[in-house]
């Protein structure tokens, strides 16, 4: 310590200030050693110290004082939650108080300390030349004595001299006097706990003092008849009592009275009680008694020590005996101790004695009769009542409780010295509880909690009122021993157990592709109303209570297909004036057919059910005649499909592969379409650099049909989109006029939907996808080799245009489907989704339908940075993970920033320069030199090259090169304005080298000229880059493809490319035959990059 030294602090007062619990941990923690770097400032003063707590956390703790005798608490801090007067400050005062005990005791002389500790080990029996001065525990019996001059003072307090002043027993610490015999001297019940070896006492012994003054003064500051000398045992009430004298005993803590012939022992046992003496005349006697380890100990001369034990005495023989009681003694006890007079019942008034009384009576004490003249009644089990309240608008409130013998009532939990035999006693209970388990209705009723009792109170509502009253309430009147109160009106609830008849059918709706369904359901001969019906399979309930009062199960198969509905639905806010089935839900309608006694389907409802039924095998029909191209196989059978499609008024999505030809398998099914007669034209939707491409195969392929491009807004053009679309079969526009002008295609019938690229309208709350989910035509197609890129709920999207009402709303989607798979792996969701689209979806791979196709061989060619570049990038990476790290947990509030960070990572994986063209010109772009190391060998065996990268200033970077070289190239990205000739150019062998941005030409051109693709920066949508590779690798090609990734080594690319192949899986998943999983990208893929 570091200021004087520390004069110790009383136990009581560190009890006091914290409580007696936190006291007791506390005491602990310093007798555990957890307490360090204890520090005394006696100017303050203040003590402080640090404590390790049980967490292994170290607490800072400061203790306050002020000095008034004593050192006395006034306050206190602490680092822990608690903050105040806690278990740490306990610990601290513990601890220095410890710390004082062992500096009493004066360290050895080093020089001579190990011949005293050597003679201890080998002569044990040398005397300690300080022997500690022995303590004892002084009891005396006590009274309060009147003061004779004023009754304004407080009594003295002294001792006893007759039993009957003796009004509690005194205990107080002693030591030896200088006579031998015990004295008070300068002990008191403050300073005795932690003088210890500071005053010549055994520390153990001192300590077991100070436990004792803590527990018996933890809830009271009263010190005992005016007096600080005597503790008072009578009001002790910790049962800790025991086990602390015994505790005692074993330290050798002599118990003595207060001259030298009493006696003060501990007993066993204690047992207090009534003797039952019945007479001849019929009276009964009841005579109080006290049994002290089967010694009969007159009951005037007994006082009750809390509600646990008692003491007897004898003033004159001068003996004290303490014992515990093994029954808690309750009030009576208490009282009959306090008046031990026997109690004498006439003969007249004995069976009112036995009827009404004596059950409770034997309850408090234990009754026996040493003479055998009284036998008592036998007894009666109690009665378990359940009271039915019968309340309006069918509520049941249902209590339960006992009725005793003696016409006491008491709750269900009551304990069990209310029972006579509590295990006996509790058979109508556990009778009920098996009861009510056997009844599915009786549920409601049970407990919840690990026991599997009865709840004491309960309330049932609606059905559940009904089946409870139906089917409990007369079993369990029945019962042994339990009771049924009714109150109020009691309706006469019933079961419907009939099979219900149900009766479907579909009429035609005002909207696309929906049918209005028709349920009538009848058990019984009753009707059960549509809406609550609904309202109830909706809420997931069981049971149905009719107005009738009778109810009906709905865990039946009939109902199955209506819960399936409403789960496709989500809500029943669409169904305020009706239920709708969309055409594509076929599945639920064969449900209906198989459980319904009567079906009635619409007529075009039927021919959509059997045309689904038969989706595997589209019927054999020829091209149509103004088709000027002979279809491949493959595109025959996708031809035929659609045509299938459109007949039924089905929408579907055509997902082949990249370069299979699906604009002409579409523009085959138009030119199908536009023989049927005067249908309105189809409209064609594409993005804005392949409509160009759809009008010039239009021409090829279809030329007999009118097509009208439609490239500016009505607005813009001054051309009415009604007169454009009246006098052509094909109507082509871009996603971006589409969405500009949506009211305005809206307001048209069309006779088909086709949104080629229709990855375009993936994102659900884009308003491209609104504008054509509000396009009217009988039928909608989906053309696109990636109809998924990033998850689910991109496919999702694409049905809720072509195929509405196939899946649910977006947030049941999300919980049936996307999660399960996504997340949970759940390979049972995969199947059933796979099941539900595969009818509406085609995708055939090149390796299915075209194995003539050249093969493409695709190689990762990994590229080292220049050690400049090297450097630069490691000290970029440092920087952006520190602030990015902290950011992507709230991945939607950051996302900017992240991106950004991540894109200049990307950037600088490609080229210094692109960061910083003047600062980092010197540091060379290795991957630039990696790509013009190959064009050199490619260019001179006269092959033609695509190279793509998603910088366009990357690849005005690499243009610079090709100039430089003299090497003709055309340039491609989203800022090209002459975009046909600069594909002509390279078509017809002007430029061997084709610069693509990714986004601009990854999708929409044909150019089979070219049989090497470089990928110089790669990207996590393994679906960009497929499309940009069968730009090259399509019908058509008769050479091998050859394929690099460029990636920079140790950098953000290689992270990318592995994030790209997890990806991958989740489309491959769902589309195709494999059963892997993958997420969309998340913070954790984002955190991987950054690792």
Request: proline share 6%; hydrophobic share 40%.
């Amino acid at each position: 310590m570091s200021d004087s030294r520390f004069p110790g602090v009383p136990t009581l007062a560190i009890a006091r200030f914290v409580g007696p619990l936190a006291f007791s941990r506390g005491e602990a923690y310093a007798r555990d050693g957890r307490v360090s770097d204890i520090d005394w400032v006696a100017s303050e003063p203040r003590l402080s110290g640090v404590v390790q707590g049980s967490e292994a956390l170290g607490y800072r703790c400061t203790v306050v004082f002020e000095r008034r005798g004593e050192l006395q608490v006034i306050g206190s801090s602490c680092t822990c939650p608690i903050g105040y007067a806690c278990k740490h400050a306990a610990a601290v005062m513990c601890a220095a108080n410890d710390d004082l005990e062992r500096e009493d005791v004066a360290p050895a002389d080093p020089g001579t300390g190990w011949r005293e500790g050597l003679a201890a080990l080998l002569d044990p029996a040398t005397p300690d030349a300080r022997a500690p001065q022995p303590i004892a525990l002084q009891f005396s019996l006590r009274e309060r004595a009147p003061r004779s001059r004023s009754r304004w003072q407080a009594a003295r307090d002294e001792e006893a001299t007759t039993a009957a002043s003796v009004d509690r027993l005194g205990m107080r610490p002693v030591t030896v006097g200088a006579r031998g015999g015990w004295i008070k001297g300068t002990l008191t019940w403050e300073n005795v706990g932690y003088l210890g070896r500071a005053g010549g006492f055994d520390p153990a012994v001192a300590r077991w003092f100070r436990e004792l003054a803590v527990i018996r003064r933890a809830r009271s500051l009263d010190y005992g008849g005016g007096s600080t000398d005597w503790l008072s045992l009578d009001d002790f009430d910790s049962e800790l009592l025991w086990p602390l004298l015994e505790g005692g005993l074993r330290l050798g803590v002599p118990l003595v009275g207060t001259n030298s012939t009493t006696s003060v022992t501990v007993g066993r046992s204690a047992a207090v009680g009534l003797d039952a003496r019945r007479s001849e005349d019929g009276s009964l006697t009841l005579t109080p008694t006290v049994m002290i380890d089967d010694r009969t100990v007159d009951p005037s001369s007994v006082r009750a020590i809390g509600s646990h034990g008692v003491y007897a005495f004898d003033i004159r023989e001068g003996a004290i005996t303490l014992a515990p009681s093994p029954r808690t003694l309750d009030a009576p006890v208490l009282a009959l101790l306090r008046s031990p007079e026997s109690v004498l019942i006439p003969a007249e008034d004995a069976d009112e004695f036995l009827g009404e009384h004596y059950r409770r009576l034997e309850r408090a004490v234990s009754v026996t009769s040493s003479d055998e003249s009284f036998v008592p009644p036998p007894r009666v089990p109690a009665t378990l009542v359940l009271t039915a309240r019968f309340e309006p608008a069918h509520v049941l409130a249902l209590t339960w409780g006992w009725e005793h013998s003696d016409g006491r009532t008491s709750p269900l939990a009551a304990p069990d010295s209310e029972f006579d035999d509590p295990q006996q006693e509790h058979a109508p209970e556990r009778a009920a509880v098996a009861l009510l388990e056997q009844l599915d209705g009786g549920s409601p009723a049970l407990a919840t909690d690990v026991a599997g009792g009865l709840r004491a109170s309960v309330t049932l509502r609606g059905v559940e009122a009904a089946e409870f009253t139906d089917r409990a309430l007369f079993p369990l009147s029945n019962l042994d021993r339990v009771r049924v109160d009714v109150e109020g009106h009691r309706p006469d609830y019933r079961e419907l157990r009939e099979p219900p008849v149900l009766r479907v059918s579909t009429v035609e709706s005002e909207r696309t592709d929906w049918f209005d369904l028709g349920v009538m359901l009848t058990v019984e001969g009753r009707k059960v109303p549509f809406g609550p019906l609904f309202t109830a399979l909706a809420r997931g309930r069981k049971k149905l209570l009719l107005v009738d009062n009778t109810y009906l199960s709905l865990d039946q198969p009939v109902f199955e297909p209506l819960r399936a509905l409403i789960e496709e639905a989500g809500t029943l806010d669409e169904w305020e004036t009706g239920v709708s089935i969309s055409r594509y839900q076929t599945s639920l309608w064969s449900e209906f057919e198989d459980l319904a006694d009567e079906s009635e389907p619409a007529v075009e409802w039927r021919e959509t059910v059997a045309g689904l039924k038969t989706t595997d095998a589209p019927p054999p029909i020829d091209p149509p005649p103004g088709l000027a191209l002979e279809l491949r196989p493959y595109q025959l059978e996708g031809f035929r499909w659609l045509a299938f499609l459109h007949a039924h008024r089905l929408g579907g999505i055509l997902a082949d592969d990249m370069g299979l030809g699906k604009t002409a398998q579409t523009l085959a099914l138009i030119a199908h379409a536009r023989q049927q007669g005067d249908a309105p034209p189809f409209l064609v939707v594409a993005p804005t650099s392949v409509v160009s491409n759809w009008a010039i195969e239009a021409a090829r392929f279809v030329p007999g049909l009118r097509v009208a491009t439609v490239s500016a807004t009505e607005g813009a053009s001054g051309q009415r989109l009604a007169a454009i679309a009246a006098d052509v079969d094909i109507v082509l526009t871009t996603y971006a006029i589409l969405r500009i002008d949506s009211d305005r295609f809206s307001a048209l019938e069309w006779g088909g939907l086709v949104l080629d690229e229709a990855q375009f309208v993936k994102n659900a709350a884009s308003k491209a996808h609104r504008a054509a989910r509000d396009i009217r035509a009988p039928f909608r197609l989906a053309v696109t080799g990636t109809p998924m890129e990033n998850n689910l709920l991109e496919l999702w999207a694409l049905f809720q245009i072509v195929a509405p009402g196939l899946f649910p709303s977006r947030r049941a989607f999300s919980e049936k489907f996307q999660r399960p798979i996504e997340t949970d792996r759940n390979t049972e969701r995969l199947a059933r989704l796979r099941r539900r689209i595969r009818p509406l979806m085609l995708r055939r791979s090149k390796e299915q339908v075209a194995p003539e196709l050249p093969p493409k061989q695709e190689q990762v060619v990994t590229v080292p940075l220049d050690p400049r570049h090297r450097r630069l990038y490691d000290t970029f990476l440092q920087r952006e993970r520190q602030k990015l790290l902290g950011l992507i947990d709230d991945l939607d509030r950051n996302r900017f920033i992240v991106f950004r960070s991540l894109t200049l990572l990307r950037m600088l994986s490609l080229d210094a320069a692109l960061i910083d063209d003047e600062a980092y010109a010197g540091i060379p772009s290795a991957k630039l030199d990696a790509l013009f190391e190959h064009l050199d060998d490619v260019l001179a065996e006269g092959h033609r090259t695509l190279v793509f990268s998603q910088f366009t200033s990357f690849l005005k970077r690499a243009a610079d090169r090709l100039d430089a070289a003299g090497i003709p190239y055309a340039y491609l990205d989203g800022s090209t304005r002459r975009r046909p000739e600069v594909i002509r150019r390279f078509r017809e062998g002007d430029a061997p080298v084709f610069l693509i941005s990714l986004k601009a030409g990854g999708f929409g051109l044909n150019l089979t000229e070219a049989d090497y693709v470089f990928l110089l920066d790669p990207w996590w949508n393994p679906a960009s880059e497929a499309q940009a590779v069968d730009r090259a690798h399509r019908i058509g090609q008769d050479r091998t493809v050859m394929v690099y990734r460029l990636v920079a080594e140790g950098t953000i690319e290689e992270k990318v490319m592995a994030l790209k192949e997890r990806k991958a899986e989740l489309t491959s998943s769902v589309l195709d035959d494999e059963a892997l999983f993958s997420e969309a990208l998340t913070a954790d893929d984002i955190r991987s990059l950054l690792e």
